[in-house]
């Protein structure tokens, strides 16, 4: 079994910044490919950044030169630093590792 947490969301004003972590644990040989995702009200869960197990990234055009996703010290944690935010970045963020969902954290952008 693998678990997944996530923490570090909060409120913020437009224009901030915030940094997401995730750390997956249980049944992980490795390093693995961990990936960020959102879901807005009323919309689906949707891809925001992807990190391969060798390092390489992926980022939702939406994000992309805003958010950055790294790897933290710890084997198979991960980081997305959010900056430039803006109000259509309100969600639920989920961190995904091997097909296992964290419960999430909100991130809500409001001035």
């Known amino acids: 079994q693998v678990q997944v947490v996530e923490s570090g969301g909060g409120l913020v004003q437009p224009g901030g910044s915030l940094r997401l972590s995730c750390a997956a644990s249980g049944s992980i040989f490795g390093v693995v490919a961990m990936a960020w995702y959102r879901q807005a009200p009323g919309k689906q869960r949707e891809l925001v950044a992807t990190i391969s197990s060798s390092g390489s990234t992926f980022y939702a055009d939406s994000v992309l030169g805003r958010f950055t996703i790294s790897r933290g010290n710890a084997r198979n944690t991960v980081h997305l630093q959010m900056n430039s935010l803006k109000l259509e970045d309100t969600a639920v963020y989920y961190c995904?590792?091997?097909?296992?969902w964290g419960q999430g954290t909100q991130v809500t952008v409001s001035s």
């Open positions: 995904n590792c091997r097909g296992t």
